[in-house]
């Protein structure tokens, strides 16, 4: 008995414990906030944490494929800010402007996706190098050309931000449609599959006759592709483009914690985009119940913290140590094989 | 059976590669690998600073930039240690916020209080780097997780505490430290406190190196499996690496309270120059690879090169530009001489093993082959 439960505790994916872990925050948000005496499932509450959700999760699910591919790249926030004064330059409040604008920014992301690409799947440097001298290039470039806020955002733009189908914001949904596409990269196609198996170990796949360099490539374009989302959202929110909204939402470091809080290993090759979107809801949530609770914004940090470290180290152990399921649980078929002989 | 033995070893000799045989030939290679083409790097920006600015090229001007450097280098002595091992460390800048807060608080005017001041940042430096250390290791976080979070947990800590405002820098004693220098020395005029402080960590820091930690470091960086096998306690070897690390971050905050203010925004950023400098320095990333003196050489690039802009009056907002444009092309470079640097020792392997059939050995092999197995 005490070994069969075990096995089940031993079967659950690290996506389940993610889950596990966003139940326990969500029923202790709803006891936090109810001492508080409001209420954690009201309309009102549920929208703040879905629309604080809708940011990070647009830069959390490239992270996770860079971070699958086994890069990192800490280049989004400045790709956020950048895509941010284009788009906003280029709109200048008129509605007809809204598309070339919104192109013109996510083609900037991309060909920065497509430098960052470059330099780590073909010079080979480290990700964390790579995509961290690009965003100082950014950030140099921002800072001299940019001072202060940048264009406007049309108001027919605006309403991504602010609008509602139902319960729902527009810009979460958008983000879960960029997550259910992300899914679906990673498990019904070639590219996906051929990004584990890079991320997993490059070398073991170059052997069996991958081409390393484009599922790199292409994971490192979407990243800063969706990071250029978020930057859009961002402009939509703020109705102006701000050279700095990026890296004061310290969205380099949160997207990496929230990818790692979501049970993908940070070396690359192992985990997925559902854990990921699981980890940034639990930011949220702890983030909306502090605010309920009125957590000194200091403090807020330290909670995050401890609990990233907290939630990490819960199943990093096991993730480690755990050997493919085929040598652990004998299935019916190996013990009637087994029996045969 | 010995004779075959010593054969083996004189051939080996003889089939060094052509660059180890004569003294300049060795310096000649070792400045084309990353480690050493930092120094050269250095050099270089040190000349072009001069010729842009002549007074840069006095010596007496030339040691306060030095001092000046220390902190940054004696940060990336600590990150080196960590990135050696395989590791990051991303909570220095932490570190060094809240060390210099405890020193405007804790110490304050009180002159009494420097010594029992300076044991407590030492001892809390220590704890932090022993907390990093235990978590990654034992509890098997990744250092990038377990540091960042440590980060977001001391600077929210220190801000809440200090309330994100500046205090009153510590007494001029403690500051002396920091900011104080030897009077009356020849040719140079002075030497600054925290350059000796940084030859002094250095010159430990290449000892510690030397000596079986340093040497089990390098191992688990390169390859924690086969270190662990060997018998090294992987654990404790990447926990004492923390350590190192955040006291090097105590370090540099002791110093910077000499001249900057009390400010929970000191050390801002120096996690990722003290990286910065040190894979600069050719030290890579992943661990197992790099010389400690190339990370110091690092940190003193990245600043010539600051302080080159500066002189060149290029607008301070282009700094993050040229910085990031530096690191990829020195990484990118630094990962082509490393696979280049490797090449030769398996190409020119000692042809005593048949068993290699790549193209130039296998020439050498009919002739040298029967010499050693017919002794």
Redesign the interface.
């Known amino acids: 008995m005490s070994t069969r439960t075990g096995g089940r505790l031993h079967g659950l994916t690290s996506t389940g414990i993610v889950g596990l872990v966003l139940l326990g925050a969500v029923i202790l948000g709803t006891v936090l906030t109810a001492i508080e005496g409001r209420n954690f499932f009201s309309t009102g509450n549920l929208r703040d944490i879905l629309t604080a959700m809708s940011i990070l999760g647009f830069i959390a699910i490239g992270q996770t494929l860079v971070v699958l591919g086994g890069s990192l790249d800490l280049s989004v926030p400045f790709v956020a800010s950048l895509t941010g004064v284009v788009s906003g330059g280029i709109m200048a409040g008129d509605t007809g402007n809204v598309l070339p604008g919104v192109l013109a920014g996510l083609g900037v992301a991309a060909a920065v996706g497509l430098v960052n690409g470059f ?1 780590v799947s073909v ?4 990700g ?3 995509s ?6 950014i ?3 921002l ?2 050309n940019y001072q202060g806020n940048h264009g406007s955002a049309p108001s027919s733009f605006r309403m991504i931000g602010i609008s509602f189908i139902g319960p729902l914001p527009v810009s979460t949904l958008i983000m879960l449609g960029c997550a259910a596409g992300a899914v679906l990269l990673l498990r019904r196609t070639r590219l996906g599959h051929h990004l584990y198996a890079v991320g997993g170990d490059a070398e073991v796949a170059r052997l069996s006759g991958i081409r390393t360099t484009i599922p790199l490539l292409a994971a490192h374009v979407l990243c800063s592709v969706l990071a250029g989302c978020a930057g859009l959202l961002l402009l939509a929110r703020l109705s102006v483009g701000n050279p700095n909204v990026g890296s004061q939402g310290q969205y380099d ?1 949160m997207s ?2 929230a990818v ?1 809080l979501g049970g993908t290993l ?2 690359g090759g192992k985990g997925n985009v559902t854990g990921t979107i699981a980890g940034v809801a639990i930011f949220a949530v702890m983030d909306n119940v502090m605010a309920v609770m009125q957590v ?1 914004p ?5 909670v ?3 609990v ?2 907290a939630a ?2 819960v199943y ?2 096991r993730e ?1 140590d755990r050997r493919p399921a085929r040598f652990e649980r004998p299935g019916v078929l190996d013990s009637a094989l087994e029996e045969a002989r | 059976m010995s004779s075959p033995v010593s054969t083996d070893v004189a051939q080996r000799v003889r089939t060094l590669p052509a660059h180890a045989r004569s003294p300049l030939g060795r310096f000649l290679a070792a400045a084309t690998t990353p480690g050493g083409a930092v120094f050269v790097l250095a050099f270089a920006l040190l000349v072009a600073t001069v010729i842009a600015n002549p007074n840069f090229g006095d010596p007496g001007v030339l040691i306060r930039f030095l001092g000046r450097t220390a902190p940054i280098a004696i940060a990336a002595i600590g990150q080196y240690y960590v990135i050696v091992a395989g590791e990051f460390d991303l909570s220095m800048g932490a570190v060094i916020a809240a060390q210099v807060v405890i020193a405007g608080n804790y110490i304050g005017d009180d002159t009494g209080r420097n010594v029992t001041g300076l044991l407590l940042m030492l001892a809390l430096g220590a704890g932090i780097g022993l907390l990093n250390g235990v978590l990654t290791t034992l509890l098997r976080v990744p250092s990038f997780i377990v540091t960042l979070a440590m980060m977001l947990a001391l600077l929210g800590l220190v801000r809440y505490l200090s309330g994100g405002a500046a205090d009153a820098p510590p007494n001029d004693d403690f500051r002396q430290i920091g900011r104080g220098v030897v009077e009356d020395v020849p040719i140079v005029e002075v030497i600054p406190y925290p350059l000796i402080v940084l030859v002094v960590l250095a010159a430990a820091a290449v000892w510690l190196m030397r000596r079986p930690f340093g040497r089990t470091l390098l191992a688990v960086g390169d390859n924690p499996a086969a270190a662990r096998t060997s018998g090294a306690r992987v654990w404790w070897v990447t926990t004492r690496a923390f350590v190192l690390s955040s006291l090097a971050a105590t370090v540099s905050g002791i110093l910077l309270v000499g001249y900057a203010g009390v400010h929970p925004t000191v050390g801002e950023g120096y996690e990722f120059a003290a990286i910065t400098a040190v894979v600069l320095g050719g030290v890579v990333l992943g661990g197992g690879r790099g010389w400690v003196l190339s990370a110091v050489a690092g940190a003193f690039a990245l600043e010539l090169l600051f302080t080159l802009l500066t002189v060149l009056e290029v607008a301070s907002t282009w700094r993050d530009t040229v910085q990031g444009l530096i690191i990829i092309v020195a990484v990118a470079f630094a990962a082509r001489a490393w696979t280049v640097g490797r090449r030769p020792s398996t190409t020119a392997a000692p042809p005593d093993s048949p068993g290699r059939t790549s193209g130039p050995s296998s020439t050498t092999e009919p002739t040298e082959g029967p010499t050693t197995g017919g002794i």
């Open positions: 330099v010079l080979k440097v480290h964390f190098i790579a961290l001298g690009t965003g100082l290039m950030s140099g470039y800072a001299t470091l990496i914690a790692v940070l070396a000194d200091f403090l807020r940090n330290v995050r913290g401890v990233i470290v990490v180290a990093a152990r480690i």
